[in-house]
């Protein structure tokens, strides 16, 4: 039988012994050195003034490789995405600069004090809202995560992808939208009773246009005009995006200048042709929207190579469901034969982010590392078998598979299917 | 100080349960019939522009503004194939073009008037429009090659497709 890898937080507590080494020596007390040698020993950014203060704040230089990865169409280098570097993040805000981005053509400039938000359609009166007029509502923050329908579609693939994980499943982020709530925006239109999509529509260069269930407008939907705590970024939506919590990106429409509300759905590109998930049947789901519970081992991860063996490892990742809170993440070493529940950090929100964590203690064996979520619906993330039975190979959108990280001997990491 | 908390007491919104604020949306009643507004073609075509274009008008357009990303005959290049492997989508490798997936063909009308081409979105007219979805759909036989598409006979097309889509929403997984 094959013997677990993964212990109990206690056990392994118990088990620790590398400290020990490291107790035993002691410096002897110097005489205090005078001061032309302590300008000579100390660190440079001791001995001379910092730089100046900044209108608005940078990373620091040596963080200059953590960046959004860009992958575009070459002829129509609007249309793409880039990519959230998941395994270079700590916590659950994902920074603003750091936040993936999908266009489908290029991020437009859009002046906030022309722009007007017009909802008409079968409403009592149609009205326009210009961006001042929106921020003197009533703002309701929510922090959630956006997916893309889109995302860790490489794991649709015959064979395993060897790119770093946020090169694979970065097309999600977590940040803290703050906004008007639709629902009074809709009532002070009047929302006619046969009223049951409303046709969003953005003012970029896609004209970007799909059908949301009032339904859902009037449940929790909000007009962000703030992330992180700032004005929208350009590549947000900037001045003004719809946030529809837990539901896939694309009906989260950047740039929003038009709702119209109408009986049915208007049948657009991005919700026929697009982000559907055709079936071996034949037959393709649509308006699948809400985002099911998913999970990624951020750290360590795939490409990444443990510097220690034997050596203490701190399993760090995020879960997330679209249909609310995650309530359980486990870990496992051996592929999924058993499985050891991970800490959830708090605060645990619904329809946001959730890092979880657990320390390993590898003996420079063979493991293969995942990681499982469990929402509160008791919804639970899917073996890659499990999706691939129920929707074939050719679904394309929608994945949201456990992923395994093999550890090999030599402590190197790869991505692997079970 | 004790005028403020009078005030407090009396005014603050947070004795009112419900949400007070002033209503900012201006009268847009004009809107709706201006032409920059519901831009969108269902598929009902009840607002598709006026005009009227056939293939062979198609295929001179398809090359002028089309062909260099979706590659001669749209059989794809840079960017997706449009026309062929219908009746692909039960197959071990399915082909999702527009001939073989999309369930409208007003949805082609509205997407190539709103995003393409993507250097100049909105540049081709009514009549342009109606001849390059004459020239896609007559690719695969959907359209006879002779007949002229208008804001009449686009929404009679019927794709061959049409049914196979299965909506999730409102039905819960």
Same mark, same amino acid.
């Given at each position: 039988?094959?013997?677990? @890898?993964?212990?109990?937080?206690?056990?392994?507590?118990?088990?620790?012994?590398?400290?020990?080494?490291?107790?035993?020596?002691?410096?002897?007390?110097?005489?205090?050195?005078?001061?032309?040698?302590?300008?000579?020993?100390?660190?440079?950014?001791?001995?001379?003034?910092?730089?100046?203060?900044?209108?608005?704040?940078?990373?620091?230089?040596?963080?200059?490789?953590?960046?959004?990865? *860009?992958?575009?169409?070459?002829?129509?280098?609007?249309?793409?995405?880039?990519?959230?570097?998941? /395994?270079?993040?700590?916590?659950?805000?994902?920074?603003?600069?750091?936040?993936?981005?999908?266009?489908?053509?290029?991020?437009?400039? *859009?002046?906030?004090?022309?722009?007007?938000?017009?909802?008409?359609?079968?409403?009592?009166?149609?009205?326009?809202?210009?961006?001042?007029?929106?921020?003197?509502?009533?703002?309701?923050?929510?922090?959630?995560?956006?997916?893309?329908?889109?995302?860790?579609?490489?794991?649709?693939?015959?064979?395993?992808?060897?790119?770093?994980?946020?090169?694979?499943?970065?097309?999600?982020?977590?940040? /803290?939208?703050?906004?008007?709530?639709?629902?009074?925006?809709?009532?002070?239109?009047?929302?006619?009773?046969?009223?049951?999509?409303?046709?969003?529509?953005?003012?970029?260069?896609?004209?970007?246009?799909?059908? *949301?269930?009032? /339904?859902?407008?009037?449940?929790?939907?909000? @007009?962000?005009?703030?992330?992180?705590? /700032?004005?929208?970024?350009? =590549?947000?939506?900037?001045?003004?995006?719809?946030?529809?919590?837990?539901?896939?990106?694309?009906?989260?429409?950047?740039?929003?200048?038009? @709702?119209?509300?109408? =009986?049915?759905?208007?049948?657009?590109?991005?919700?026929?042709?697009?982000?559907?998930?055709?079936?071996?049947?034949?037959?393709?789901?649509?308006?699948?929207?809400?985002?099911?519970?998913?999970?990624?081992?951020?750290?360590?991860?795939?490409?990444?190579?443990?510097?220690?063996?034997?050596?203490?490892?701190?399993?760090?990742? @995020?879960?997330?469901?679209?249909?609310?809170?995650?309530?359980? $993440?486990? $870990?496992?070493?051996?592929?999924?034969?058993?499985?050891?529940?991970?800490?959830?950090?708090?605060?645990?929100?619904?329809?946001?982010?959730?890092?979880?964590?657990?320390?390993?203690?590898?003996?420079?064996?063979?493991?293969?590392?995942?990681?499982?979520?469990?929402?509160?619906?008791?919804?639970?993330?899917?073996?890659?078998?499990?999706?691939?039975?129920?929707?074939?190979?050719?679904?394309?959108?929608?994945?949201?598979?456990?992923?395994?990280?093999?550890?090999?001997?030599?402590?190197?990491?790869?991505?692997?299917?079970? | 100080?004790? %005028?403020?908390?009078?005030?407090?007491?009396?005014?603050?919104?947070?004795?009112?349960?419900?949400?007070?604020?002033?209503?900012?949306?201006?009268?847009?009643? #004009?809107?709706? #019939? #201006?032409?920059?507004?519901?831009?969108?073609?269902?598929?009902?075509?009840?607002?598709?522009?006026?005009?009227?274009?056939?293939? #062979?008008?198609?295929?001179?357009?398809?090359?002028?503004?089309?062909?260099?990303?979706?590659?001669?005959?749209?059989?794809?290049?840079?960017?997706?194939?449009?026309?062929?492997?219908?009746?692909? !989508?039960?197959?071990?490798?399915?082909?999702?073009?527009?001939?073989?997936?999309?369930?409208?063909?007003?949805? !082609?009308?509205?997407?190539? %008037?709103?995003?393409?081409?993507?250097?100049?979105?909105?540049?081709?007219?009514?009549?342009?429009?109606?001849?390059?979805?004459?020239?896609?759909?007559?690719?695969?036989?959907?359209?006879?090659?002779?007949?002229?598409?208008?804001?009449?006979?686009?929404?009679?097309?019927?794709?061959?497709? %049409?049914?196979?889509?299965?909506?999730?929403?409102?039905?819960? %997984?």
């Amino acid at each position: 039988m094959r013997k677990s @890898l993964l212990k109990s937080r206690r056990q392994f507590i118990q088990g620790t012994a590398l400290s020990s080494v490291f107790l035993g020596f002691n410096l002897p007390l110097k005489a205090q050195p005078i001061s032309t040698e302590l300008q000579q020993s100390l660190p440079d950014s001791m001995l001379k003034p910092g730089a100046n203060f900044s209108n608005y704040g940078q990373p620091s230089v040596y963080e200059k490789d953590i960046i959004r990865w *860009i992958s575009a169409n070459p002829n129509v280098p609007g249309n793409g995405v880039s990519w959230t570097p998941l /395994e270079e993040l700590q916590g659950t805000i994902t920074p603003n600069g750091l936040h993936y981005e999908r266009h489908h053509n290029g991020v437009p400039d *859009i002046n906030p004090s022309t722009h007007e938000i017009l909802i008409d359609g079968l409403v009592d009166k149609p009205l326009t809202f210009s961006i001042d007029a929106l921020k003197r509502y009533p703002q309701t923050t929510k922090i959630c995560f956006i997916e893309c329908g889109g995302n860790s579609n490489a794991g649709w693939r015959s064979s395993p992808i060897q790119s770093a994980a946020g090169y694979v499943h970065g097309l999600v982020s977590n940040a /803290e939208w703050t906004g008007v709530p639709l629902r009074l925006l809709l009532n002070e239109c009047g929302i006619q009773a046969e009223a049951k999509w409303a046709i969003a529509e953005a003012a970029d260069g896609a004209a970007l246009n799909v059908s *949301i269930p009032v /339904e859902k407008l009037l449940d929790d939907a909000i @007009l962000a005009l703030y992330q992180n705590g /700032e004005r929208l970024r350009p =590549e947000n939506g900037y001045p003004v995006r719809l946030l529809l919590p837990g539901w896939e990106g694309i009906v989260n429409v950047k740039w929003l200048r038009q @709702l119209k509300l109408v =009986e049915q759905p208007a049948m657009t590109r991005d919700e026929t042709a697009q982000y559907t998930d055709l079936l071996p049947s034949g037959k393709a789901r649509q308006f699948s929207f809400t985002m099911q519970a998913k999970s990624l081992i951020t750290s360590p991860s795939v490409g990444m190579t443990l510097p220690d063996n034997p050596g203490i490892y701190q399993v760090t990742g @995020l879960a997330w469901s679209g249909k609310g809170k995650i309530s359980k $993440v486990e $870990v496992s070493a051996d592929g999924g034969d058993s499985w050891v529940e991970a800490e959830l950090h708090t605060p645990i929100l619904d329809k946001a982010f959730t890092r979880f964590s657990l320390p390993w203690q590898w003996q420079g064996q063979y493991a293969v590392l995942q990681s499982r979520a469990t929402d509160e619906t008791g919804y639970q993330q899917p073996t890659r078998q499990a999706l691939i039975a129920e929707r074939g190979d050719n679904s394309f959108f929608h994945y949201n598979a456990i992923v395994s990280w093999e550890v090999n001997e030599d402590g190197q990491i790869s991505h692997i299917y079970v | 100080m004790f %005028r403020y908390l009078l005030f407090f007491l009396l005014f603050s919104p947070a004795l009112v349960a419900e949400p007070l604020f002033q209503a900012l949306g201006k009268n847009a009643e #004009q809107q709706p #019939q #201006q032409a920059v507004w519901n831009l969108t073609i269902t598929p009902d075509g009840k607002n598709l522009p006026i005009g009227h274009g056939n293939a #062979q008008q198609g295929e001179q357009l398809f090359k002028q503004h089309c062909a260099s990303c979706h590659g001669f005959g749209a059989i794809g290049a840079s960017a997706m194939p449009l026309v062929g492997d219908v009746g692909s !989508l039960t197959d071990e490798y399915p082909e999702k073009t527009v001939n073989s997936y999309w369930p409208y063909a007003t949805t !082609l009308y509205d997407y190539i %008037r709103r995003a393409m081409p993507p250097s100049a979105p909105f540049s081709l007219n009514s009549n342009e429009i109606y001849a390059l979805c004459a020239y896609i759909l007559s690719q695969d036989d959907i359209l006879e090659n002779n007949v002229e598409l208008n804001e009449v006979t686009l929404p009679e097309v019927k794709m061959p497709n %049409r049914d196979g889509f299965s909506p999730v929403y409102p039905n819960k %997984r």
